[in-house]
């Protein structure tokens, strides 16, 4: 869905997530999202009853599902599908980023869990389905590249936080040798743990 797609209530949700990524939650006030999004005044109270929290929950949300997406999409963009592959690419779209834009931005799902998960229980609950989803996504694409399914639920949620981690040592250090750092010593662990065809049962 492109931009010129989204309604108004999509492009709030989407807005927030951006605002949130680079400001956290305590940054991105309602007017700040209602003028990213070049929404009617007055559509936060029609479209999010709830406010804020209803708001930041769905970004949440929201991002959760784009990461989940983004797995498949890294996969078809893979001449020779290996675990380590795929986290080459995972940290890649933020070095990718780094190397484009600056530091500014990170992930809005761990900046609404550092700001809200001890006192917004909806929210830290939004933050976890969000990860959740990610880490779901990482297991299947695991599982299909040949990981036994019980090693691929550790291996995904370990890709995940090994991933968030270093977007955070990233942003401190404002240099991507963390996010190089994961995909070189952790890559060889991912491959290894495929298991070779013709060792396989049937």
């Not at 680079?22 to 007017?31: P, Q, S, T």
């Not at 990213?36 to 929950?57: C, D, I, M, T, W």
């Not at 990981?147 to 404002?174: I, N, Q």
Request: glycine share 12%; with cysteine.
């Amino acid at each position: 869905m492109t931009e010129s797609e989204r309604g108004p209530r999509e492009r709030m949700v989407f807005s927030a997530a951006q605002l949130i990524r680079r400001r956290g939650v305590a940054g991105a006030g309602m007017r700040d999202v209602v003028a990213h999004a070049h929404a009617p005044r007055g559509s936060l109270q029609h479209y999010f009853p709830g406010g804020k929290e209803q708001l930041v929950n769905e970004a949440v949300r929201w991002a959760g599902r784009y990461a989940a997406r983004r797995v498949p999409r890294f996969m078809a963009g893979m001449t020779e599908r290996t675990p380590a592959g795929l986290l080459a690419a995972m940290a890649g779209q933020w070095t990718q980023e780094y190397a484009r834009e600056g530091f500014a931005g990170g992930c809005p799902v761990a900046a609404a869990t550092v700001a809200c998960a001890d006192s917004v229980e909806s929210t830290r609950e939004a933050a976890a389905g969000a990860f959740g989803e990610w880490t779901g996504a990482v297991r299947g694409a695991l599982v299909e590249m040949g990981v036994p399914g019980a090693r691929a639920e550790g291996l995904a949620v370990v890709m995940v936080s090994a991933v968030e981690g270093a977007v955070v040592v990233a942003r401190a250090e404002r240099d991507v040798r963390a996010l190089e750092a994961v995909v070189r010593e952790l890559g060889p662990v991912l491959d290894a743990a495929v298991e070779r065809r013709d060792r396989r049962h049937p």
